[in-house]
């Protein structure tokens, strides 16, 4: 029986997608490029510290040979290059410069292209045969586009090209020829490279203005404002401000321009993660050492206005590797969003963010900019790649920092939502408080209106001649007077005390009440003949006539109670001071005196509510006035503050005091 052969597991759905396809596709056209035929069999350089080496003799001293990109750091010294050309290219593969069976011309292909100056030489043109460069118009050169591009005559011999660079910034070259065709394709892709991170960048930078207009966030324009001038030095660099310049504008604007763009993008750089890093609650050292940061980007744009380019460029140079450091440090400082229980985490707080995450930026940034940095220097060998890794590291970065400004916003979002839903049951349970409350009171105000009307007809119907009368006419007193603090104290939590203020002697009113007393003939009064008021006389006789109760109520049987009252020097205020000494009670807690339903221990065989003095301080402070408890030698004091006069902001809901 012939063996049959199961069939093959089937590819997860990721390996059997049309992805493969695609990434094939480009790997084979970008990687085309590898293949395109470099006609340059042999490199070497001198440097000329003295500046004034001319061809000639540049063809007669010795020089170093070299590989790849030339990468020579700054300095004001020019660089002679010398590339040997053969006819049939390093690879001796002649089908790659021929298309038809006919020759294909030569070009000159150099970058990156934010170079001053470069003069070419060619034995076979008779010397000079051209100046590429910033400071040189585009409009001037045989050709034109994103690189510095120079045609070449063929020769059926190996010959020498030399090159002398002089740049202001960072000496790196990096010298092709190749035949029209390579070069057409080579370009094309550089192209399509080029629109890809301009156009990235672009969205980015609108993503950011956007962002920060629809969610009111400055750390979002100022992430736009970033890309935008990330935007102009990447036109810069990649050469797209050359290939575009125009006609009618000069050259050293060009040059200008580049320089610039690079300070202005450092700049807004080092704003922007100065103000991202703050949303993290930055350090105090790290703030201000990043300002000082920034400061130090302006006087690098003050030396760049002044004519000192260089110095400008590699003080910049510096400053972002600093900014980079500090970053990273600070990185470790930050209060980073952290996973809290819901519970636990305030309305206010950052969202959920692990510290982890912001370090790992800080260090990828770290990492790739000291590399950029080393490599412009001239201290790490340079490639073609690391001639744009800081455009490159520019935009990955600025890809994850939307990844977590966009978790940012989402998690800000939901506890935007999260706090509204909170307010929301707030605001119900408030409701349902409150409506629980008014019932409540409504209870109490219908039960003190029921209970008082009966405890009156009992007074009034109590025979005088009954064993006991003056007994149960006091407990009835007692009754009356909880009941009529219990609904003084809703009425004042209700706000519904009316302020009522006149003209009145209180002399008299004292008199009044000290005869509204249990004992009245135990209170010893020290008064002056008269003494006018103007103030609200109901709710300062409630006053007065809960503190000569509670002194009565209180004091040892028989025992003389303490009242004197003065107008205070200099002031516009009577001082009333009410004394006994202490009963079985004793003293009350100096800090809890005045707290709503507090007694002292010793109290509680007295009838009474722990309602009176803080409804008395209620009161009197609604008058403008105050209450102080002064406790002497064998004395228990209270001393009252009564404004003349109340003021006016007080007699909201009353008459006017005039």
Same mark, same amino acid.
Request: aromatic share 10%; charged share 15%; hydrophobic share 45%.
């Given at each position: 029986?012939?063996?049959?052969? !199961?069939?093959?597991?089937?590819?997860?759905?990721?390996?059997?997608?049309?992805?493969?396809?695609?990434?094939?596709?480009?790997?084979?056209? =970008?990687?085309?490029?590898?293949?395109?035929?470099?006609?340059?069999?042999?490199? #070497?350089?001198?440097?000329?510290?003295?500046?004034?080496?001319?061809?000639?003799?540049?063809?007669? #001293? !010795?020089?170093?040979?070299?590989?790849?990109?030339?990468?020579?750091? =700054?300095?004001?010294?020019?660089?002679?290059?010398?590339?040997?050309?053969?006819?049939?290219?390093?690879?001796?593969?002649?089908?790659?410069?021929?298309?038809?069976?006919?020759?294909?011309?030569?070009?000159?292909?150099?970058?990156?292209?934010?170079?001053?100056?470069?003069?070419?030489?060619?034995?076979?043109?008779?010397?000079?045969?051209?100046?590429?460069?910033?400071?040189?118009? !585009?409009?001037?050169?045989?050709?034109?586009?994103?690189?510095?591009?120079?045609?070449?005559?063929?020769?059926?011999?190996?010959?020498?090209?030399?090159?002398?660079?002089?740049?202001?910034?960072?000496? @790196?070259?990096?010298?092709?020829?190749?035949?029209?065709?390579?070069?057409?394709?080579?370009?094309?892709?550089?192209?399509?490279?080029?629109?890809?991170?301009?156009?990235?960048?672009?969205?980015?930078?609108?993503?950011?203005?956007?962002?920060?207009?629809?969610?009111?966030?400055?750390?979002?324009?100022?992430?736009?404002?970033?890309?935008?001038?990330?935007?102009?030095?990447?036109?810069?660099?990649?050469?797209?401000?050359?290939?575009?310049?125009?006609?009618?504008?000069?050259?050293?604007?060009?040059?200008?321009?580049?320089?610039?763009?690079?300070?202005?993008?450092?700049?807004?750089?080092?704003?922007?993660?100065?103000?991202?890093?703050?949303?993290?609650?930055?350090?105090?050292?790290?703030?201000?050492?990043?300002?000082?940061?920034?400061?130090?980007?302006?006087?690098?744009?003050?030396?760049?206005?002044?004519?000192?380019?260089?110095?400008?460029?590699?003080?910049?140079?510096?400053?972002?590797?600093?900014?980079?450091?500090?970053?990273?440090?600070?990185?470790?400082?930050?209060?980073?969003?952290?996973?809290?229980?819901?519970?636990?985490?305030?309305?206010?707080?950052?969202?959920?963010?692990?510290?982890?995450?912001?370090?790992?930026?800080?260090?990828?940034?770290?990492?790739?900019?000291?590399?950029?940095?080393?490599?412009?220097?001239?201290?790490?060998?340079?490639?073609?790649?690391?001639?744009?890794?800081?455009?490159?590291?520019?935009?990955?970065?600025?890809?994850?920092?939307?990844?977590?400004?966009?978790?940012?916003?989402?998690?800000?979002?939901?506890?935007?939502?999260?706090?509204?839903?909170?307010?929301?049951?707030?605001?119900?349970?408030?409701?349902?408080?409150?409506?629980?409350?008014?019932?409540?009171?409504?209870?109490?105000?219908?039960?003190?209106?029921?209970?008082?009307?009966?405890?009156?007809?009992?007074?009034?119907?109590?025979?005088?001649?009954?064993?006991?009368?003056?007994?149960?006419?006091?407990?009835?007193?007692?009754?009356?007077?909880?009941?009529?603090?219990?609904?003084?104290?809703?009425?004042?939590?209700?706000?519904?005390?009316?302020?009522?203020?006149?003209?009145?002697?209180?002399?008299?009113?004292?008199?009044?009440?000290?005869?509204?007393?249990?004992?009245?003939?135990?209170?010893?009064?020290?008064?002056?003949?008269?003494?006018?008021?103007?103030?609200?006389?109901?709710?300062?006789?409630?006053?007065?006539?809960?503190?000569?109760?509670?002194?009565?109520?209180?004091?040892?049987?028989?025992?003389?109670?303490?009242?004197?009252?003065?107008?205070? !020097?200099?002031?516009?205020?009577?001082?009333?001071?009410?004394?006994?000494?202490?009963?079985?009670?004793?003293?009350?807690? #100096?800090?809890?005196?005045?707290?709503?339903?507090?007694?002292?221990?010793?109290?509680?065989?007295?009838?009474?509510?722990?309602?009176?003095?803080?409804?008395?301080?209620?009161?009197?402070?609604?008058?403008?006035?105050?209450?102080?408890? @002064?406790?002497?030698?064998?004395?228990?004091?209270?001393?009252?503050?009564?404004?003349?006069?109340?003021?006016?902001? @007080?007699?909201?809901?009353?008459?006017?005091?005039?």
């Amino acid at each position: 029986m012939p063996l049959i052969k !199961p069939p093959s597991p089937p590819l997860p759905p990721f390996l059997s997608s049309q992805i493969w396809r695609w990434l094939l596709f480009f790997y084979i056209f =970008f990687s085309h490029s590898l293949y395109a035929q470099d006609f340059i069999v042999e490199k #070497a350089w001198l440097e000329d510290p003295s500046g004034q080496m001319g061809w000639q003799e540049a063809q007669a #001293a !010795p020089m170093q040979s070299f590989e790849g990109v030339l990468n020579r750091g =700054f300095s004001n010294a020019p660089l002679w290059i010398r590339v040997r050309v053969a006819p049939t290219g390093i690879s001796h593969i002649s089908h790659v410069s021929h298309l038809g069976g006919v020759e294909q011309p030569l070009a000159l292909r150099l970058r990156p292209a934010y170079v001053d100056r470069i003069e070419v030489f060619d034995a076979l043109g008779g010397g000079l045969i051209g100046v590429l460069g910033d400071r040189q118009h !585009p409009k001037l050169e045989d050709m034109r586009g994103l690189d510095y591009l120079l045609p070449l005559a063929r020769s059926t011999e190996a010959r020498d090209i030399w090159l002398k660079l002089s740049s202001r910034s960072t000496r @790196q070259v990096y010298v092709e020829v190749l035949s029209l065709h390579d070069l057409s394709k080579a370009q094309l892709q550089q192209s399509l490279f080029v629109s890809l991170y301009l156009g990235i960048s672009l969205v980015l930078m609108v993503w950011g203005w956007v962002a920060g207009r629809l969610q009111r966030e400055k750390v979002l324009s100022y992430f736009s404002m970033m890309q935008f001038f990330g935007l102009l030095y990447g036109m810069s660099s990649l050469g797209v401000l050359h290939l575009l310049w125009p006609d009618w504008l000069d050259a050293a604007l060009l040059d200008g321009a580049g320089s610039l763009f690079v300070l202005l993008t450092v700049a807004s750089g080092i704003w922007f993660h100065l103000q991202f890093l703050q949303t993290f609650h930055l350090a105090p050292w790290a703030l201000r050492l990043l300002q000082a940061l920034l400061g130090v980007t302006l006087l690098n744009l003050v030396l760049l206005l002044v004519g000192q380019v260089r110095p400008a460029l590699q003080l910049n140079i510096l400053v972002v590797i600093c900014a980079a450091v500090l970053m990273f440090l600070a990185s470790f400082f930050t209060r980073a969003w952290v996973q809290q229980p819901h519970h636990l985490q305030p309305v206010a707080s950052g969202p959920d963010f692990a510290k982890i995450w912001l370090v790992g930026l800080y260090t990828l940034l770290l990492v790739v900019l000291l590399i950029t940095t080393t490599t412009i220097m001239g201290w790490l060998k340079a490639t073609q790649w690391s001639m744009y890794i800081s455009l490159i590291q520019g935009l990955v970065t600025s890809i994850l920092l939307v990844m977590m400004l966009q978790f940012r916003a989402y998690t800000q979002k939901q506890q935007r939502q999260q706090a509204l839903l909170a307010l929301e049951s707030s605001r119900l349970q408030v409701l349902h408080e409150q409506a629980a409350r008014e019932e409540h009171e409504k209870l109490l105000m219908m039960l003190a209106h029921e209970i008082k009307n009966p405890l009156a007809t009992i007074h009034l119907r109590l025979p005088t001649n009954l064993q006991g009368n003056t007994a149960i006419g006091l407990a009835l007193r007692e009754m009356n007077e909880v009941i009529e603090r219990c609904t003084q104290t809703l009425r004042l939590g209700d706000g519904k005390l009316e302020i009522t203020p006149r003209v009145f002697d209180l002399v008299d009113m004292l008199n009044s009440a000290t005869a509204a007393t249990t004992h009245p003939e135990y209170i010893a009064a020290q008064l002056p003949q008269t003494l006018p008021l103007c103030t609200d006389p109901k709710l300062l006789f409630i006053i007065i006539s809960n503190l000569l109760e509670n002194a009565c109520k209180y004091a040892p049987p028989q025992a003389t109670i303490g009242l004197d009252c003065r107008v205070m !020097p200099n002031q516009a205020m009577a001082r009333l001071r009410i004394c006994n000494p202490p009963g079985k009670a004793g003293y009350p807690d #100096a800090k809890r005196v005045f707290d709503k339903y507090y007694r002292s221990p010793q109290a509680q065989r007295v009838s009474g509510t722990g309602l009176g003095l803080y409804l008395v301080r209620s009161l009197i402070q609604l008058l403008g006035g105050d209450i102080y408890y @002064q406790p002497k030698d064998e004395q228990i004091c209270f001393v009252l503050h009564i404004p003349l006069r109340l003021p006016q902001h @007080q007699g909201v809901g009353g008459e006017d005091a005039n």
